[in-house]
Each structure stands twice: as C-alpha cells, then as structure tokens.
C-alpha cells in the first residue's frame, strides 16, 4: 500500500493490459496450496506414486474438457494456453522427477512436486529474457491444478462469479481463469503475483481486460465488497476512491474509451505520412492468442515471431512435424499478411536437456541464438525445414538472431539450402524465394553493416539487446536502469549508420525492439528511414496517428539536430520541446 487517506486506499503494481475499470472488489481464492513434507513407509511409497498419477490424470481431464468448452466460446485462437499446459503434463522433467523424489526421499506426492517446482523456479530465475522467465508460471500454474487434486479442493470456478461489475482480486490467476472470465460481469482483475509478459497477462490484453498484476500482498488487505478503481495502464489500484478521486477516473475512463475509438478508426487507413512516406507498422507475438488483437488494431503483419516457447523446459526437442503444425497455424492466421519467424534464440542450457550444454558464467555472451544453431546443425535444420514448409501457406520471412559478422551469415544460409534440398528431394512445396534477414543487435554488427546488407534480404534492429551491449550494461539491473537509454547519442548514431548501410544496399530495415512502440520516438524514427516498426498490438494506432500527422522532411531535419547533441539529456530535451511543439495532441 503506497498511501492512505481516510477510507481511501492506493495501492500500486504492474499494469499489464491498458483500460480503467471501476467496480466492486470480488476476492477470490486462488492461494497457492500449503503442503506439508511427511515422511512415507517404504510400503507406502507405491501408493504415493499412484495418487501422484491418478492427480496427473484428472488435470488431464479437467484441461481437455476445458479446450472443448473454450473451442466453442473463443475460437481457436486461444486454446495454445490449453495445449501448452497439456504439454507440461506430459513433460518428464516434471513427471518423472517428482516420482523420483518420491521414491528417492521417501516423502509424500505434494512436498516432492512442490521439490520439484522450488528446482524449476530457480532454474527459470536465471533466465535473462524476461519473455521466457515468465513462462515458469505456466509449470507452477499446472502444478497447482495436480496438487489441489491430491489434496481434494477445487477453486470457485471464475464463470460462476455473479453480482454486478466486479473487480477480481486474487493471489494469482491462472490463463484458463482469464478464459471463463464473463466480461459483462468481471470487468478487471488485480493479483499480488504476475508479470508483464506471463500468459495471464497476454491473455487479458488479448481479450482487453484491465488487469494490474504483481502487487504482492494486496489480498491480505480487507477489501471484499469494496469500491475499486483500476488502471491497468498504469498500475494503479484504488479502493474506496473518495468522491474526487471517483469523478477524475471516471473522466479518465471516459477519455480513455474515447482516443480508444478514435484510434481504431485509424485501423484501416495507410500508416502514411501527409507527404507520403509510407511505415508498415506490424507486431510483435509469441502466442497464436495474440493475433485476433494485432489484426483489430491494424497490424500489417507480425515483425516478430518468437521461437523460444517451443523448446522451452521439455526433455526431448520439437520435432519437424510439430513445429510445422504451430508456424502454419501462424501463417494461415495472418494470411495474406506477413509473419517474420525468427530462428531459436538466448542459450541452449535453457531449453530442451536434450542439447545437453553446460551452464556458462556469462550466458549473455555465450552459447546462444545463432551460434547455439550453427553449434547444433540438425536441430537447426529441423527449425527450418519446419519454417520453410509453412512458408507454402503464406507471406513468410525468415531472420537469424545475434549475428556478429559476415561467416555466421554465410553458414546459417548454407544449413537453410540443405533444407531446401532436403525438402525438394522428398517433393515437399516451399517459398524457394523465402525472404532472408538478420537481427542488428550486437555492436560489430552495426559496424559492418554495409557488409551484411549484401549478404541478407532485410534487417531486423534489436534495440533492447543494441543499447545493453553498446551501453555495456544489464537492462535488468535495477542499479543500472539510469543507464538504459534509447536517445545515447550513440544509440542514435548506431541506427542511422544501419539504416543508411541497408538502404544503400537496397534492402529494408525494420526495428522490433521497445523503442519501436513509442509514440514519443516515431518522428526519430520516420527521420531515420526505418521501412517497418514492430511492437505490441495495442501500440499500434498511437504510433499510426503520430505518423499520419508527420512530416518525413520535418523528421529528418529534427533527426540531423538530435544527432548533432552530445547527451542523451541534451537529446531527450530537444527531443520533448520539438515533438510537444508538433504533436501534442497525438500523445493525449
């Protein structure tokens, strides 16, 4: 709790799907379970295995009667979550170890899964994409299920929640709550745990559900029945909101729903400046959910498709034949738009055991994306004899992560031809003339720009991994977050010098990093020359209203000032003073 006043109460977390929705707090119980570790007889041990199993089996149950429920009131679209938590059940690593425990301990079925998930939790800590360390809260959302079925207790079930326009308040909620959600009766969620990028929180902006997430204790507050206010923009939570504090949001809301409307009327019409300087404005998704909020808010395609998820925590790796299934289900979505799949990326000591490489002092630097492929040439073989199959589906662009120099270019193409080969000689259909790119997000590669732009179809610009290697610091370090900037001149020099080798070269250059989304950074950008910028959905129409108000010249002029300072203040306060000058309406 950040303030009281009175009866009013603030409370603030991580607001991860944008909206205001003001209702009545409903406290649900999704505690996680208390288990208690015994010690078993070994005659008892046989027993504990089997109500480990039978408690696997009805999570099965209970999740395939759930897909068929969702199929019927979601589509299609949604029901990967389901999948996804299908394949956790049947993942050995989960499985197997937590049966080994049992047998190996001698303790009971729940304190050895919930041994197993404290190993998987400490394992996902150390991942460094944030993408991916959220995906651990699928594995303990599963185990969750399993444990309550052990223990005999079941959750209220989130569709049976009546009683007007509540707010949800929970410890967590799981992506198949979102799911039963009944928006004309639960108009917003608030949880202690959760991140940005968990599958709960994907799914609420998929669904458009304000959702604050991550504020720790807020249920061990006595809020049941309470007035509330949330800010899934922001992060915060009102409850009991006095008179003044109700009148100012529901302004808010209002205004919100208002540019909201506004900027969907954008959907449709060109990203296109008044002088006619066309940007294709495009998505970022790793999950086929995503893609029915990317269309409605008028993507032209998907800039960036994520790999990781298919070989995130399993003991075998994905086969040709499954891959294929989830980047066909993509194209054939998008189609005719364009999907921009990116080949595996971060480290293979993260994924699959299968790959069987050991741990490394500095991951970051270390065995991953392109080097872990060319490392592992079947496996990547297998990815793109996958990519290439879909590729017959639709519009389908492939790019290789961290690439530093010209010989990493060379071979990963050399693998792609085999697989072409491979494909032709057992007469399987692909693009032969498939699109190649290449993420720029390492320092040399920036360098040498002019070099790999004969040597690749298109660039990718990874500014998030760009400003942490050229600024040489941690983005996740909260100690050095002063240091994370965009506008180093630097950063800024770094992009023009990349953009001015591709288009030199003829190629298009496209950026998928945050700075993409950012209204605020658009006139940089449009003054750069970037050909495409891909983000998150919802970023879409205000980067597409800024643009429609631009000048491509005006851009360029303020781009060649900005470069001209020495600081990233000296830019940012340029930058504010010009852009406050010329768009303020646009950033409302």
Known sequence: MDSARNNLRIFRGIGVS???????????????????????PPEDVPLEVERFSSALARAREDLTSLKRQFASTHGPEHLYVIDTHLLILEDSMLTQGTVELIERERINAEAALKRNITKFREFFAGIEDEYLRERCGDIETVAERVLRNMIGTRHEPIASIEGGKVVVVAHDLSPTDVLQIDKGTVIGFVTDLGGKTSHTSILARALEIPAVVGLESVTAEEIDGLPVIVDGTDGTVVVNPDQDTFRDYLKRKQHYEY??????KLRDLPAETPDGHRINLMGNVEFLEEIPSL????????????????????????????QYQVYSAIVEKMAPLPVTIRTLDVGGDKFATDLHLEDEMNPALGLRA????????????????????????????????????????????????????????????FDDGIEVGIM????????????????????SVGTNDLIQYSLAIDRTNEHLAYLYQPLHPAILRSLKMVVDAAHAAGIRV??????????AYLPVLLGLGFDELSMTSVSIPRV????????????????ARALACSTAADVEEFLKREISAHFSESFD
């Open 18 to 40: 944008p909206g205001i929705a003001i209702g009545t707090v409903r406290m649900t119980d999704r505690g996680r379970v208390a288990v208690t570790e015994t010690a078993v």
């Open 259 to 264: 540019l909201e409307r506004e900027f969907l």
């Open 295 to 322: 269309v409605r808010h008028g993507g032209e395609g998907i800039g960036l498709y994520r790999t990781e998820m298919l070989y995130m925590n399993r003991p075998g790796l994905p086969d040709e034949e499954e």
């Open 370 to 429: 392109i080097r872990l492929s060319l490392r592992k040439p079947e496996v990547f073989k297998t990815q793109l004899r996958a990519i290439l199959r879909a590729s017959a589906l639709g519009k389908v662009r492939i790019f290789f992560p961290m690439i530093s120099g010209i010989e990493e270019v060379r071979s990963a193409r050399r693998l792609l031809d085999e697989a072409k080969e491979e494909l032709r000689r057992s007469g399987v259909l």
């Open 440 to 459: 720029v997000e390492i320092p040399s590669a920036v360098v040498i720009a002019d070099l790999l732009a004969r040597e690749v179809d298109f660039f």
């Open 510 to 519: 496209c950026m998928c990093g945050e700075m993409a989304g950012e209204a």
């Open 544 to 559: 597409k209203k800024v643009l429609r108000r631009a000048s491509q010249i005006e851009a360029e002029l303020l781009v």
